[in-house]
């Protein structure tokens, strides 16, 4: 991965982050961080011990209603915010570029820059107020649109060609705020991605009960994805609707015993007619695969759940993609 982190410390109560970026940059790069300092101790200040945090442990969140974009990390109670409101935020996994709305304004924040010197948001275009969704078009089919479980419009795009353009509704806009950071972001390289496994009616099929099948389309219900590889569960398609919006709803089955059990983290296990469903995901693994987010979620793989108090959006080093909600 492109990321370029070094060493990171979180230093006094303002929060400020200073950071020493290297050059190599890798997943399993180490960080350390400081906890903001307390009352206590040496001179009147108590200091932790620091905490080394792997690249893997760090995370996107979207705070609730807009309220802002956070850097934080898994384990730890580092947080750095990156912009302060956010109304629509769309992820770029192929080129690690996370574009938001704030109110009238699209931005865009490199997620291969190093804290330290870059990862603030770049004004892109002002003026695009009332768009209900975010796509970004690249040309030659390569294109990216905010999923959202719903069919939304207006949809405000980004034609990102050699001279690009805003498109919302019937406005076609080519003066744009970021034309010179676009120009040079053209040929950006795509990163290797991890694996991404959605569902699909060709899947292999659990066995449910009729009553226990709730899907506008038969031919998906029962679909099964592998969950991952250190334990025997599979994720099953048990619900399924579409109007405007899309909702699914799945369970977790063991393949060894047969029992189902609710996602994201069973507490018991029984017939599928006794288990509520849980989200079909998409689950999103960090790299080394220890831990995943779902929605509000982030788990430690065979470990517990906590909810993030926020929509988690993506992992600096992410993992497998398990799941999918179109």
């Not at 207006?154 to 705020?177: N, S």
Request: net charge negative; aromatic share 6%; charged share 20%.
């Amino acid at each position: 991965m492109a990321l370029g982190l070094g060493r990171l410390r979180v230093c006094g109560g303002a929060g400020l982050v200073a950071v020493a970026c290297s050059a190599v940059t890798a997943p399993q790069a180490k960080l350390a961080t400081q906890a903001p300092t307390g009352a206590a101790g040496v001179g009147g200040v108590a200091r932790a011990a620091p905490e080394a945090l792997a690249l893997s442990q760090l995370f996107l969140v979207r705070n609730a209603m807009g309220a802002g974009l956070m850097l934080r990390a898994l384990g730890s109670s580092f947080q750095r915010q990156l912009a302060s409101r956010a109304d629509l935020v769309l992820y770029d996994s192929k080129l690690e570029l996370l574009w938001f709305t704030d109110e009238d304004r699209l931005w865009v924040i490199d997620l291969r820059q190093c804290p330290r010197d870059g990862m603030s948001p770049v004004l892109i275009a002002s003026g695009v107020a009332g768009a209900a969704e975010i796509g970004v078009d690249r040309g030659s089919g390569d294109s990216i649109q905010l999923q959202n479980d719903c069919d939304l419009l207006p949809v405000l795009w980004l034609h990102w060609f050699e001279h690009p353009w805003i498109e919302l509704e019937d406005e076609h806009r080519t003066e744009l705020e970021g034309v010179d950071w676009l120009s040079q972001q053209r040929s950006r390289k795509a990163r290797v991605q991890a694996e991404e496994r959605s569902f699909d009616s060709r899947l292999p099929r659990a066995a449910l009960p009729l009553a226990r099948a709730h899907c506008d389309d038969l031919e998906v219900c029962g679909a099964t994805l592998p969950f991952l590889a250190s334990t025997p569960w599979k994720l099953v398609l048990t619900d399924q609707s579409e109007g405007d919006c899309l909702h699914l709803g799945c369970l977790f089955q063991d393949s060894v015993s047969g029992a189902f059990g609710t996602p994201p983290q069973p507490t018991r296990w029984d017939s599928a007619s006794d288990m509520p469903s849980g989200p079909c995901g998409p689950y999103q693994f960090n790299a080394d695969g220890s831990a995943f987010i779902i929605n509000d979620v982030i788990c430690n793989v065979g470990g517990t759940c906590q909810p993030l108090g926020a929509w988690g959006v993506a992992w600096l080093a992410p993992g497998v993609v398990v799941g999918a909600l179109r």
